[in-house]
């Protein structure tokens, strides 16, 4: 089953008006996540860094003050597109990596994605 | 994180295998090969991954050259429900360097019946 669950899975929404978008991992702690966006046809790119308890870090290009990120809780990453515009529908998948076993290192579990349509 | 270098597409056809190739000849000694797929608005699903033992799990095998510059992920019996674009990605292990991963083009894969 889903070990990252994010929500919702689709929304649609008016120019100018913000938009939240949760993550959560499931059974485990994350202290980390990360937020994508995937253009269509293209590949995921990788916008920001959420940390617990701390700020979050943005790739360049990725505006900090439109795409707000709140990590206040060890399961949660929130990420909130403000002022929507058309420009930023999109697909946003969140990425949380989980201890892994024998020695292999932590996997990384992604969300089912949120497909943001700006209107 | 060195770079991958995935054909953009390929076709296979359903019941046989899918031999999926990666190109990372700039590979480091501590880089881990990982592949990963997307079936369509979805978001990415792990399949496997090695060092540089070839790797077999309940999903698919990972064959890794000798000197580890290319890699083939190999689906045994490929069905309709494999087709999705399968990205290979080259990078240390997630305990070591803050766990992003960075996607590239990766192969999209048709299963035909």
């Known amino acids: 089953g889903a070990v990252v669950s994010q929500h919702p899975s689709w929304v649609i929404c008016k120019s100018g008006t913000s938009v939240k978008i949760e993550c959560r991992s499931l059974?485990?702690?994350?202290?980390?996540m990360f937020w994508y966006r995937q253009f269509p046809k293209q590949s995921l790119m990788l916008m920001a860094t959420s940390n617990e308890g701390s700020k979050a870090t943005y790739e360049q290009g990725v505006e900090k003050d439109k795409f707000l990120i709140n990590h206040a809780s060890l399961t949660l990453s929130t990420l909130t597109v403000t002022s929507a515009h058309p420009e930023d529908s999109s697909f946003y998948i969140c990425?949380?990596?989980?201890?892994?076993?024998?020695?292999?290192?932590?996997?990384?579990?992604f969300g089912q994605g949120t497909r943001l349509t700006v209107v | 994180d060195a770079k991958t270098t995935q054909p953009p597409s390929m076709d296979c056809a359903e019941g046989r295998a899918a031999n999926l190739p990666c190109n990372h000849s700039t590979i480091s000694g501590n880089e881990y090969v990982y592949w990963y797929r997307q079936i369509h608005s979805q978001g990415p699903q792990y399949i496997i991954h090695g060092l540089k033992n070839n790797e077999t799990n309940e999903m698919a095998s990972l064959i890794i050259t000798e000197d580890r510059k290319s890699s083939t992920l190999i689906l045994p019996h490929a069905t309709l429900r494999d087709t999705a674009v399968y990205y290979c990605i080259v990078r240390v292990a997630f305990k070591a360097a803050g766990n992003k991963l960075t996607f590239g083009g990766g192969t999209r894969v048709l299963v035909k019946p």
């Open positions: 059974d485990f702690q994350a202290t980390t």
């Open positions: 990425s949380a990596p989980r201890a892994g076993t024998g020695g292999n290192g932590a996997e990384a579990f």
